[in-house]
């Protein structure tokens, strides 16, 4: 569902974001848009700076790290840190909306906590939309204000 919102893969729905269409503009300026966090992000440089380029970096530290993890090998990096840095990559581009995959799978509860309140102040401070997928019903009460349940492919709420 969130690759289809997405764009990513064929759909017969329709998907609006602030009252404009996907199919009224280019895919490129709607995934500018949408934000997307897969279940594991994909690393495609040597180093993490290297996927940051001139962004502002100071989310670091609300995910528990310092600058120096700029300068670690991708291939070093456990799978939650990964994520996070996943998620810091995500919200350095300012995207319209978030379309979250179990973004707190791989984390201890301490880490958890910290990707939780950071999407909660980026969905505040810009008034941005979050669908979150996850399997943790705790989770899920402690994070959404709606939620709804994917059974059979029909979305229940």
Known sequence: ML???ADLDPHHGKVFLDDVECNDISPGQWRCMIGLLPAESQWWYETVGEHFGNSDM???SDLGFGKDILDHQVIHL???ERQRLGLIRL???QPHALLLDEPTASLDSENTR???R?????RMQHQA???WVSHDSRQIERISDRH???IDGNLIS
Request: aromatic share 8%.
């Open 91 to 93: 919200l350095c581009n």
């Open 3 to 5: 690759r289809a919102v």
């Open 118 to 122: 950071l999407i909660h102040e980026f």
């Open 114 to 116: 910290r990707v939780e």
């Open 148 to 150: 709804f349940q994917l």
């Open 129 to 131: 939309p979050v669908i």
């Open 58 to 60: 100071t989310l670091l």
């Open 78 to 80: 456990s799978s939650g």
